[in-house]
C-alpha cells in the first residue's frame, strides 16, 4: 500500500460545478497537509496548506482535513474551464531534521464549459 | 518577485551521456530540492539541499548527484543517462529547512533520453 493514495481520474465536470478532490493516507504520523494544481507542461503551484485536522478556505478552494480517517479533500466551488488541471495532494510530518512531503499521483480535473 | 526558475527547458541526451540541470531558488529562500516526475508516476523526491549541504536523498542510484552553490542555486547532475531517466525534473524551493512543507515549484526541465 502506498503512502498516498489518489484516484488519477480523470474527473469531468460541467462549469459551475463543486468539484470534490480526496485522497487517503496511511501514516498517522503526517500533521502538514497540501494540495498543489499543475497545469500540463508546468510545475505544480501551492494552492493551500493546512495543519493538523479541520477546514481551511480560500475564495473558491476549501481543504479539508480528517485525520480520524486519515483522508483529505479538497472542494472548489463555481468551477471554470481555468480550473482544468492536475491536482496533486502532498504531505508531511511536523518534526525537525528532514520532513519532505510525500506527493500523491494527481487527480487530472477537466471543467467544460 | 521572481519565483523558481529552471534552465534548460529542455534537453535531449543519448544513451550513457551526462545531463546537468540548473536551478535558481525564490530571493531568500535558502533550501531547495529536486524531483523527478516521469509520466504516470507521482513527484519522486531526488535531492534536498540546504545552506549548501545535502540534506537528504531519495532511493535514486548515486548516477544522480549535484551541489548547491554559496548563492543557494543549484546543479542536479545525471551521469550514464538511461532512457528511463526521461522525464520532468522539478526544482523547488523553501525559506528554510523549517519550511520544507511549503515548496515552490520552477517550470521544470523536461529531459529526453534517447
Known amino acids: 500500500q502506498k503512502e498516498v493514495e489518489q484516484d488519477p481520474g480523470p474527473l469531468s465536470v460541467p462549469e459551475g460545478a463543486i468539484v470534490s478532490l480526496n485522497c487517503t493516507y496511511s501514516n498517522s504520523a503526517f500533521q502538514y497537509f497540501m494540495w498543489y494544481r499543475q497545469y500540463s507542461r508546468k510545475g505544480p503551484e501551492l494552492l493551500m496548506y493546512t495543519y493538523s485536522s479541520g477546514n481551511k478556505e480560500d475564495g473558491r478552494f476549501t481543504a479539508q482535513v480528517d485525520k480520524s480517517s486519515k483522508y483529505i479533500s479538497l472542494f472548489i466551488r463555481d468551477s471554470q474551464p481555468s480550473d482544468s488541471a492536475t491536482y496533486l495532494c502532498a504531505m508531511c510530518v511536523a518534526s525537525g531534521g528532514s520532513y519532505i512531503p510525500t506527493f500523491g499521483r494527481g487527480t487530472s480535473l477537466i471543467v467544460h464549459p | 518577485e521572481a519565483g523558481v526558475t529552471q534552465s534548460p527547458t529542455h534537453l535531449i541526451k543519448t544513451r550513457g551521456q551526462q545531463a546537468t540541470l540548473r536551478c535558481s531558488p525564490i530571493?531568500?529562500?535558502?533550501?531547495v530540492y529536486w524531483y523527478q516526475q516521469a509520466l504516470g508516476l507521482g513527484l519522486q523526491f531526488l535531492l534536498w539541499?540546504?545552506?549548501?549541504?545535502?540534506?537528504n536523498r531519495g532511493n535514486f542510484p548515486p548516477r544522480f548527484s549535484g551541489r548547491q552553490f554559496p548563492n543557494y542555486s543549484s546543479e542536479l547532475n545525471v551521469n550514464a543517462l538511461e532512457l528511463e531517466d526521461s522525464a520532468l525534473y522539478l526544482c523547488?524551493?523553501?525559506?528554510?529547512?523549517?519550511?520544507?512543507?511549503?515548496?515552490?515549484f520552477g517550470p521544470g526541465t523536461r529531459l529526453l533520453v534517447l
Open positions: 523547488a524551493s523553501s525559506l528554510s529547512q523549517d519550511q520544507q512543507e511549503t515548496q515552490y
Open positions: 530571493s531568500g529562500h535558502t533550501s
Open positions: 539541499y540546504d545552506e549548501g549541504e545535502e540534506r
